[in-house]
């Protein structure tokens, strides 16, 4: 008998887990389509989570292998256009890249979105809509590709049920706001449902009421009233309440029954009515949407009218406390919080029960037929059951054998703590339930084939979900036993745990990409070489891009693959030096030839062991200083440059302080020799030689202005020109200077730009360029001088630190003489350098050329090379104002004066008798004085007016400037004249005469103070 029970217990178990997967096999996978859900609201609001829940367990209840996607406007959380606005882009930026076989929509703002960008976003993709209260036909006309379930609220049956369940209703009260859109739209409804409510029933609306007043209200209401909730309130504190605490507030403040239009307020206080679900109309959306993506076509699928998804629901509760029979409901009226029945509460088990006893009925009579067998073969097979046991249950690994439905036989205890379930929980689980839903379905290819005959036994790598919830990986090989006929009698599988190796090896796997993440990022090249060969064996990225070659072409080669013989037989030497001392050498700098170019590295180098203790690998990490090394070199030639300057500058002060008293002495010099002059006959001796006095003193004069020039004091008077127009006026002079052997080539740029600039400082600039290029020529030769308009960016001044970014005009003396070497070119702009031969040159003509182009805020640029000649390019600024400088053409004569007052001021005695004598010669009345002190004495102390001031600029007491504003406030009606060897900055910035100042450059002749006179006292 006991021998029966043993055979026949395998094959009970078989059936009653072939039973228990039918569900299963009928729920596998079908396919896989994408569906995209679109809510109005946020996840969270009852409304919204019970649409997803309708959606969800009908779609994925019929298909496991849908996937849905979800997202959400958080439109009446957010209302505000600049809030909603923002989720909408951020919305439409998540989906936009989505392919879903079908789009889903929930709420009035989600379909406006869908139909707006729909049709851009996802074409011909079919829509079902749920729960919208406005449905416009036209709206659906224009796109066919649409359906889905309406919103209608049941107000007439609503009403209705609440008077057949209180017949001695005589008032509705509805409960609502009157400032949101939705409460606004079902008060619409409410009131367009009127005409078809009895006409003795009262309607009142109860809009926008505050917590403390409506709480009066309510509990003043009397029988007879019913009470409607239309949208939510707030509580005596002013907070809005949602569903559940608007419907429980209203019901704990009155004591007459309550109704709404939506299920989200059931179960907390209404007594119900013909409502519309939230759940029912995503569980209706969602079979339509079944029915698209089983194959029917869209344009067949009408609008479900939304009164057919609301349905008649009631509180149970609600019903007891105030008295209602059940037998007053409609049909089909779903109640809810009903006490269950015997039946309902153990149905299962009352099932359980009766499966239990037919199954032991039938295991009675089997066991009677089997028992007599048993008995039999039990000596037989007790011994052999034992080692079998023993050996099935005494396993390092996991043993389990199934029939072929897969259903549990017989598990060892090493199988159970694998999994953390007993024998029995296993017997009540399917195979499937423990596989990692990832790898389900290999494990079921695989055992299709098993059972199909195609193979008979397989291994694969897979995991288990034990029972506490967590994984383990393991290692399963399957094989089976078969019939005679070759059909699948009993599956053994072994289980090996090898979750502690694979997190072994998926730690080591993250150590190696940590560590190759890490060197394939460093900026610096790292590359490794075989300690035997020397070639290499991995190079990082940085590597790469330095070299110019790919890793590929780079690794099993060695230098002599890449790099010039020299430069590889320097690095494969300092190979060798580190393998053999066996440490880190440091390579400063190092030459290495790239695809890019020649570049410079700082390299180190170490050896790196092996497990012998010897040299295995060679480690070199190369960082790129090519660019460091030359910044440094730009560097030094800025700090010889900024020494040069700061000697060029010491020079220019000590010129122009010594200028400065030479040009007083000038003017003495100058000024008696041209008064003597006028005093004896032109064919007198004396005037011959008077005449040499003046000349040697006009020479000394354009000495001093060299020096001027060269030390940026020399006084200007810059007016906007157009260099091509100066210059041409200069060709027939600059020619007869350079002689009959040179040729003159003028090449002037069309549309040249204006410049300001003194115009004498443009004669300068071409005589002491041309002079210089003629003396670089020998016997004869070309000049050339051209113009032109240049620009300069930043990027280009980068690389060129001579030059200034903007716009220039460009002028160019070009000469095809002996040229220059680099240490000539070093010092040409020094005064008194000169490689001329002694008393041929005074080596401030190229000083002169610099001081005139600073001073004007310009640069040059010279290039030269010995035996090709020299080129000189100035670049002046751009003037981009409008030119209003006057052109005035100086007088034949000298001209007089017509006995105005002239008070002339002068610290040096000389200067100041002469100066008297020639105004006094010209025609002027003249007043003298030594000091600032006396020439405000005299012009306080003079009765008559007094029509200019002559005076020098810099003296004691004060200078010419500070002593114009104290004459002013004496006579306010005076004209100023200046006069100095050089100004310091008093009456002029940088050399440049301020606006409206007349000013004369010592030495002066008496024809220039005549006109200088002249222009002071006609000046307005």
Known sequence: MNMRIRLLKPIFMGLLLLLASLPVRAGLPQGKNQVLIIHSYHSGLTWTDAIMSGIRDTLVGQDPSIQLTAEYLDARRYPEPRFSTRIRELVLAKIQRATPNLVMVADNQALDLILEQGQHLFPGVPIVFCGINDVQPTTLARHPAITGVAEELSVVETVDLALRLHPDTKKIIVIGRSTVAADKLNRESFVAA???????????????????????????????????????????????????????????????????????????????????????????????????????????????????ANRYMVDYRQLERFRIPLAKLPPDTIVINRPDSLYDTHKELVWATVLVVTVLGVLVVLLGVAVVHQRRAERALQRSEEQMRLFFERQIVGMAITSPDKGWLQVNDRFCRMTGYSREELELLDWAKLTHPDDLAADLNLFGRLLAGEINDYALEKRFLRKDGTTIVVNLSVGCVRDERGAMQYVLGVVEDITERKRAEESLRQSQEFLSSILENLPNMIFIKDAKDLRFVRFNRAGEELLGYRREDLIGKNDYDFFPTEQADFFIRKDREVLKGGQLVDIAEEVIDTRAGRRILHTKKIPVMGDNGSPAYLLGISEDITERQQAAEEREKLREQLSQAQKLESVGRLAGGVAHDFNNMLSAILGHAELAMRLCAPNDPIHARLEVIEQSALRSADLVSQLLAFARKQTVAPKVLDMNETAASLLRMLQRLMGEDIDLVWIPKIDLWPIKIDPSQIDQLLANLCVNARDAISGVGKVVIETGNATFDASYCAVHPDFVPGEYVMLAVSDN????????????????????????????????????????????????????????????????????????????????????????????????????????????????????????????????????????????????????????ALRPGLKYLFASGYTADIIAHHGVLDEGVVFIQKPFSIHNLAAKVREALERE
């Open 194 to 308: 009127l005409p078809k409510l009895p006409q003795q029933l009262q309607v009142r609306f109860w809009d926008d009421l505050p917590g403390p007043e409506l709480a009066a209200r309510l509990e003043k209401l009397d029988s007879g009233s019913v009470l409607f909730i239309n949208g939510l309130i707030s509580d005596e504190t002013g907070r809005q309440m949602m569903y559940g605490e608007t419907t429980a507030w209203i019901s704990r403040h009155s004591n007459v029954p309550a109704y709404s239009l939506w299920d989200v307020y059931l179960g907390h206080g209404i007594v119900g009515g013909k409502l519309v679900s939230g759940y029912r109309q995503g569980q209706m959306a969602g079979h339509l949407a079944l029915r698209i993506l089983n194959g029917e076509r869209i344009e067949r699928i009408p609008v479900i009218a939304g009164v057919e």
């Open 817 to 968: 003489g002996d040229g220059m070497d680099k240490d000539t070119l070093a010092h040409i702009f020094e005064p008194f350098f000169t490689t001329k031969e002694p008393g041929k040159g005074t080596g401030l003509g190229l000083a002169t050329v610099y001081g005139i182009v600073k001073q004007n805020n310009g640069f040059i640029h010279v290039y030269s090379e010995p035996a090709k000649g020299t080129t000189f390019k100035i670049y002046l600024p751009r003037f981009a104002g409008e030119n209003s400088d006057p052109l005035t053409e100086p007088g034949a004569h000298p001209p007089k004066g017509h006995g105005e007052t002239v008070l002339l001021v002068e610290d040096e005695a000389m200067i100041l008798d002469v100066g008297r004598e020639m105004l006094e010669t010209l025609g002027y009345t003249v007043l003298t004085a030594n000091t600032p002190g006396e020439a405000i004495d005299q012009a306080t102390a003079h009765p008559g007016e007094i029509q200019l001031v002559v005076t020098d600029v810099v003296m004691p007491e004060m200078n010419g400037r500070d002593l114009a504003h104290a004459l002013r």
